[in-house]
């Protein structure tokens, strides 16, 4: 059974840079499909931040790609998003999921998601 | 606002059937990307429930049903139950946005 774990800080400044990484179990990543980011704002709806192949080719939310980075790391078998030059609307849970062998196709699995504050 | 258009709630007595719409545009749904529903219990992750406009996932029951005509496409919830309430959220792709993954904004279920 695959599972998805987020970690990283629950807490981060407004201007700095939101990290988190999501570990991978059941499954080797380099083994093929999409790795995704998704958030949700409390209270407020699912918006997809981006995806990454295990070849480490990325798709970004056009909204949000020039502060984000995905990346890979097989050998970890865990996926990470930076998020730059983060405000107060940055705050969301953050999930992180796994999609099919194209990028478009359904999200099969989820993680549990990490909620992450940016306040001073 | 969200790329696809959901109403924010509906709600249904148990054992009713209701639907919940998820309208898009000629650049995602009406282009022929497919629709998938997920369904988030208050406190979890969300889970898939249809994919690929009308599919079910193992596990989960018949009472869930999904199709897609147009630029539109509907989820029917038939014999409501208590554990039906939930969020659920249409997912589609959309060409004007570079293929990103889009969602609509969610709809409530209340079970009266």
């Known amino acids: 059974q695959v599972q998805l774990q987020e970690s990283g800080p629950g807490l981060v400044k407004p201007s700095d840079t939101l990290s988190l990484t999501c570990d991978v179990s059941?499954?080797?990543?380099?083994?093929?499909?999409?790795w995704a980011w998704i958030r949700q704002p409390p209270g407020k709806g699912l918006e997809w931040i981006g995806s990454?192949?295990?070849?480490?080719?990325?798709y970004h939310n056009p909204s949000l790609k020039s502060r984000v980075t995905i990346s890979v790391d097989t050998s970890k078998n865990h996926f990470s998003l930076n998020l730059g030059s983060v405000t107060a609307a940055d705050t969301a849970v953050y999930y992180c999921?796994?999609?099919?062998?194209?990028?478009?196709?359904?999200?099969?699995?989820w993680g549990q998601g990490a909620l992450v504050t940016v306040s001073s | 606002q969200s790329v696809l258009t959901q109403p924010p709630s509906v709600s249904g007595a148990p054992g009713q059937r209701v639907t919940i719409s998820c309208t898009g545009s000629?650049?995602?749904?009406?282009?022929?990307?497919?629709v998938q529903w997920y369904q988030q219990l208050p406190g979890t992750a969300p889970k898939l429930l249809i994919y690929?406009?009308?599919n079910r996932p193992s596990g989960v029951p018949d009472r869930f049903s999904g199709s897609k005509s147009g630029t539109s496409a509907s989820l029917a919830i038939t014999g409501l139950q208590a554990e039906d309430e939930a969020d659920y959220y249409c997912?589609?792709?959309?060409?004007?946005?570079?293929?990103?993954?889009?969602f609509g904004g969610g709809t409530k279920l209340t079970v009266l």
């Open positions: 059941g499954y080797s990543i380099s083994s093929g499909y999409y």
């Open positions: 990454i192949y295990h070849s480490g080719s990325t």
């Open positions: 999921a796994r999609s099919g062998t194209a990028v478009i196709t359904p999200i099969t699995y």
């Open positions: 690929d406009n009308r």
């Open positions: 997912q589609s792709h959309d060409s004007s946005l570079s293929g990103s993954l889009v």
């Open positions: 000629s650049s995602n749904i009406g282009a022929g990307y497919d």
